[in-house]
């Protein structure tokens, strides 16, 4: 580790990874590539992520992944378990589908893994609103559990039509205290996404891949409040690894 950054925390908790199984990284690194025009800093799969970041002084790793269609969060959900029974200090947010027909009843018995803090939800790739009807179960049962929904739901670096404040807000005034994190603190949507916290003590924002310079100067102009006073609403995403260059 460099001497600079001994003056770092001891040990690093990284809660913004993306793990997926081979195959299927291969797949995403390719969409990136072909739809982005972005290459891969660091083309490594699962094993070799854990430890380039061990080797860097992050201990705890909470990492992620997501159904981008139906039928497929099963079996990544069952790598998940997998991967989870080798390295007790990671943690995961796991997929969902709203499509799946038992896909309720699975988050049901993974939200009470102790390794496990909850779902994700990729509405950028997933296509849907996040306050579409087929999630309020979910939602709900979330809530129950004590476990959280981690969402990516900003507009940076690219959106659509399913991603932004407005949708986040549509379900927040329905669920206003939903135990929620916002990925990338809402990116591009900087302040608006920070004025949720005043009104929303369940929200928190995740700052991996966030403030970069390329992503344009809509980021530069907007101030982002944290809340009330002596509220820590932010959660150190330190890499978004392996991330995309």
């Known amino acids: 580790?460099?001497?600079?950054?001994?003056?770092?925390?001891?040990?690093?908790?990284?809660?913004?990874?993306?793990?997926?199984?081979?195959r299927l990284f291969d797949a995403i690194r390719r969409r990136f590539v072909t739809e982005y025009g972005w290459?891969?800093?660091?083309?490594?799969?699962?094993?070799?992520?854990?430890?380039?970041?061990?080797?860097?002084?992050?201990?705890?790793?909470?990492?992620?992944?997501?159904?981008?269609?139906?039928?497929?969060?099963?079996?990544?959900?069952?790598?998940?378990?997998?991967?989870?029974a080798e390295l007790p200090d990671l943690y995961?947010?796991?997929?969902?589908?709203?499509?799946d027909q038992d896909g309720l009843a699975m988050a049901a018995d993974l939200l009470d893994h102790p390794q496990i803090l909850g779902?994700?939800?990729h509405l950028l790739v997933q296509r849907f609103y996040p306050d579409d009807e087929r999630l309020f179960p979910l939602c709900e049962l979330v809530m129950a559990k004590r476990k959280r929904l981690l969402f990516h739901v900003g507009t940076g670096p690219v959106g659509n039509a399913f991603v932004g404040v407005a949708p986040f807000r549509r379900l927040l005034a329905r669920y206003p205290d939903l135990p929620a994190i916002v990925a990338h603190m809402g990116s591009l949507e900087y302040g608006a996404f920070g004025e949720l916290l005043a009104d929303h003590p369940g929200i928190?924002?995740?700052?991996?891949?966030?403030?970069?310079?390329?992503?344009?100067?809509?980021?530069?102009?907007?101030?982002?409040?944290?809340?009330?006073?002596?509220?820590?609403?932010?959660?150190?995403?330190?890499?978004?690894?392996?991330?995309?260059?």
């Open 119 to 121: 779902v994700k939800l």
């Open 92 to 99: 995961c947010f796991a997929a969902f589908h709203p499509d």
């Open 204 to 245: 928190y924002m995740d700052t991996a891949f966030s403030f970069l310079p390329k992503l344009g100067s809509v980021q530069s102009r907007q101030r982002f409040s944290g809340g009330e006073p002596g509220a820590d609403p932010l959660w150190f995403g330190l890499s978004e690894y392996p991330v995309p260059s």
């Open 1 to 22: 580790m460099p001497p600079e950054a001994k003056r770092l925390p001891e040990p690093l908790v990284d809660f913004h990874v993306h793990l997926f199984p081979d």
């Open 39 to 84: 290459s891969i800093l660091h083309p490594l799969y699962w094993s070799g992520c854990i430890a380039y970041l061990r080797e860097r002084g992050v201990g705890p790793v909470v990492y992620s992944n997501y159904a981008h269609r139906k039928d497929i969060a099963r079996g990544l959900n069952d790598w998940n378990l997998n991967v989870l």
